[in-house]
Every structure is written in structure tokens, then in C-alpha cells.
């Protein structure tokens, strides 16, 4: 059976202004972005480039389009920075994996015309909003690009969370942590927790257990309209929440944690030589059979 292409919104979109933000802890990134901007010239007005995790400065430029040049975590903070201002985003990938950071320099080079041909093929992925509601009023509230994380923390004893959905009751997790993630999120932390792959395009959040001290557990997919609400019953000095893997707070007995959806879509643009299912296979090598010697 062949897998359906992953669905791309073709956007009429002429692509005349582009900005340029590089990660500050990839040696590569200076030299990359002069050879980015070198590509451009003869494309379109690069209106701001610079090296940094900061993408919010390049709005007052105006720019079509942004270019990321570093890794994963680059491009996710890029997405954090620009808010609900979002803007479509081609991630040059100077890291390891590159699972969002489609491109190389190579084939931005030698494939990337298509950004200017007045149709941008974009993905539109769901966010959340992750608000942290402290039992003494203090709140804290950030967009999620993959994933809101609970973990035990020291001294590592099990934890306890209710989880309500809609204002139902779901679920009491007992063990060492719960994760709620988007479907680009899907394939980060929650695949290695055991939670099911989610096509990126998909409007959901899923719910994965970390090691629950029950064998009845299992994740739950659900429609990202709904309200998830997660309240700690019992937690260690070290619980903690974190937000793609970098926005970190503790996490007490009686704090909450609210999650919906965000405001505004992550747009990334795909290479349309390839699909979803590309990076799936070629790079967490999915579906392959047993190496046979």
C-alpha cells in the first residue's frame, strides 16, 4: 500500500524580501549565512541577517520569508521569537539530525528556486499555548512547537497528575512524568517514550506517559480543540515543566498546567521534491526490516 505525500498548503505568496538568523553555537553559521546571502542576491533583498536565536527583531524589516540556518532547536527557537506573528520558515540544517532543518546550504543552492517561483509550499502545524499556573498566582505561558514535558525530577521518587479534558477527568498518571505533544512534537521526545507517530499536518495533541506504574496506560491522540488541564498531586523538589526541551520551571503540588491551542500555526516550508515520509525513513529509518548479515 502506498503512503499518501504529506498534504503542503500551496500558498500564492512572490517572495521579495528575506531574512536570515543563524544559530550562535554552530561554528558554521557565520560562513553559511555570507553564502546564503551570496545566493540571494540575484533572488530577492536579504532586509536582515544576523547571527542569533532572536528571530523577533527581523519583523520590523518585513520580510517574506525567513531562512534559519543551525539545527532544530535554532528553528524552534525562531518560531518562539516571532510569537503570533509567525512567518513561513526554511530551516538550513548545520546540526545532526535535521528533522525540521529540511535543507542543506547544498540543496537550498541548488534546489531552491522554487521559493521564488510566486507559490511557497508550506506546512501549517498546530501549536500550543503551555500556561503554568503557580498555587500562589503566578503564571507563566509560552507557545509549544513539539512538546510540554512533566518530569520527576530529584529526588526521583514516582509523581501523581489528574488530567482533565474538556473539564472531564482522564486520567490519574502515577510514574515518572507525562507528555503532551504536537504532531511535529510526535516524532521528538513522545516517539521515544513509546507514543505513536501523528502526521505533522494533523490538529491534535497527544498525551504519552513516562513510565506510568500501571500496565493499563496508554497514549491518547486527541482533536486540538480541546482543553487539557493538568493538575499536580504529587510531586518531588525537582519536578519540572518543560517547554520544547529549553523553557524550564518547577512544577509543585497544586500548581496546574493549562494547554490549548496556540494562536497562530508554525509554517514551514518543505521541500516539494519530497515528503514527510522522506525524513521518516531516511533519518529515524522507519519501517525498515531487520538488518540481515
Not at 533583498?45 to 527581523?58: F, G, H, L, N, R
Not at 519583523?59 to 512567518?87: C, F, M, N, W, Y
Not at 486540538?224 to 518531588?236: E, G
Request: charged share 25%; aromatic share 6%; proline share 6%.
Amino acid at each position: 500500500m502506498n503512503m499518501p505525500e504529506e498534504t503542503a498548503e500551496t500558498v500564492a505568496r512572490r517572495v521579495r524580501r528575506v531574512a536570515l538568523v543563524g544559530s550562535p553555537d554552530k561554528a558554521a553559521a557565520p560562513e553559511t549565512l555570507e553564502r546564503a546571502r551570496g545566493w540571494l542576491a540575484d533572488r530577492a533583498e536579504v532586509v536582515y541577517a544576523e547571527i542569533t536565536y532572536d528571530s523577533k527583531p527581523a519583523l520590523a524589516a518585513k520580510p517574506d520569508l525567513l531562512i534559519v540556518l543551525g539545527g532544530d532547536g535554532t528553528l524552534i527557537a525562531a518560531v518562539h521569537s516571532l510569537r503570533e506573528q509567525q512567518l513561513p520558515i526554511v530551516g538550513i540544517n548545520l546540526g545532526k539530525l535535521g528533522y525540521l532543518a529540511d535543507f542543506t546550504i547544498q540543496e537550498l543552492e541548488r534546489e531552491g528556486d522554487f521559493l521564488f517561483s510566486g507559490e511557497l509550499p508550506i506546512t501549517r502545524r498546530t501549536m500550543m499555548l503551555v500556561s503554568l499556573e503557580h498555587r500562589d498566582g503566578r503564571c507563566h505561558s509560552t507557545p509549544a512547537v513539539n512538546d510540554c514535558v512533566i518530569l520527576a525530577g530529584p529526588p526521583f521518587h514516582m509523581i501523581q497528575v489528574t488530567v482533565e479534558v474538556d473539564g472531564d477527568e482522564v486520567a490519574v498518571v502515577r510514574g515518572d512524568g507525562l507528555i503532551v505533544a504536537t504532531p511535529s512534537g510526535s516524532t521528538a521526545h513522545n516517539l521515544a517514550a513509546g507514543g505513536p507517530i501523528v502526521e505533522p499536518t494533523g490538529e491534535a495533541f497527544i498525551l504519552t506517559p513516562i513510565c506510568p506504574h500501571a500496565l493499563t496506560y496508554r497514549p491518547l491522540v486527541l482533536d486540538a480543540r480541546r482543553r487539557i488541564v493538568i493538575r499536580a498531586d504529587q510531586a518531588n523538589e525537582g519536578t519540572t515543566v518543560a517547554t520544547d526541551g529549553s523553557i524550564c520551571h518547577p512544577f509543585h503540588e497544586s500548581d496546574r498546567i493549562v494547554i490549548t491551542r496556540y494562536g497562530a500555526d508554525f509554517l514551514l516550508v518543505r521541500n516539494p521534491k519530497r515528503s514527510e515520509w522522506h525524513a521518516l525513513r531516511r533519518k529515524l529509518r522507519w519501517g525498515e526490516g531487520p538488518n540481515m548479515l
